[in-house]
Antibody, heavy 121, light 112 residues
């Protein structure tokens, strides 16, 4: 059974960098796409981006200039860095497995439990 | 403001059939398949439908999805109290900035 677990600081100061890690257990990270999705308190879901096991990445155009997503294959982990954060970045951050194959075939099938990150001084 | 438009709320009584809509455009739903997710209070979203109308194993056949042109729908038949949750649609948007995933704003389903 593949499980995803987010870890990182729950409080980040404005203008600093939010850093989170997702540990994948029960399976190899050396396949699939690995994503981050966030949800501000009481609001909807927002896709942040993904990293492919090859190392290639793609991210939400609205966040692209501030986002870095990377892979650490030996540790079976992937990470998110979001810089220059503001209160608007306060959200529950989920790490999610993305299965993406033939055109039309894709889904976010495995989700971590999520971690709340608050941006405040 | 979400790229995909969902009604903020829906409701039904036990046993009823309810439908949740998801409206988009030619650059997203019109040219890509749709995922639907169920989010119970305090939990992570769960995949309900992929490829617009396919159910992952373990999802009851009371849940069904469909897509037509630039809109998609999630139908829940034989409504049960445990179906009370938030529901989200998602798809790819092929914008000038490159493909990106977009979500609907979510629909809160109340079982009366």
């Amino acid at each position: 059974q593949v499980l995803l677990q987010e870890s990182g600081p729950g409080l980040v100061k404005p203008s600093e960098t939010l850093s989170l890690t997702c540990t994948v257990s029960g399976g190899s990270i050396s396949t699939y796409y690995w994503s981050w999705i966030r949800q501000p308190p009481g609001k909807g879901l927002e896709w942040i981006g993904y990293v492919y096991y090859s190392g290639s990445t793609n991210s939400n155009p609205s966040l692209k200039s501030r986002v870095t997503i990377s892979l650490d294959t030996p540790k079976n982990q992937f990470s998110l860095e979001l810089n220059s954060v503001t209160a608007a970045d306060t959200a529950v951050y989920y790490c999610v497995r993305l299965d993406y194959g033939d055109p039309g075939f894709w889904y976010f099938d495995l989700w971590g439990r999520g971690t709340l990150v608050t941006v405040s001084s | 403001h979400s790229v995909l438009t969902q009604p903020p709320s829906a409701s039904g009584t036990p046993g009823q059939r309810v439908t949740i809509s998801c409206s988009g455009s030619s650059s997203n739903i019109g040219s890509n398949t749709v995922n639907w997710f169920q989010q119970l209070p305090g939990t992570a979203p769960k995949l309900l439908i992929y490829s617009s109308n396919q159910r992952p194993s373990g999802v009851p056949d009371r849940f069904s999805g469909s897509k037509s042109a630039t809109s998609a729908s999630l139908a829940i038949s034989g409504l049960q109290s445990e179906d009370e949750a938030d529901y989200y649609c998602a798809t790819w948007d092929d914008s000038l900035n490159g493909p990106s995933v977009v979500f609907g704003g979510g629909t809160k389903l109340t079982v009366l």
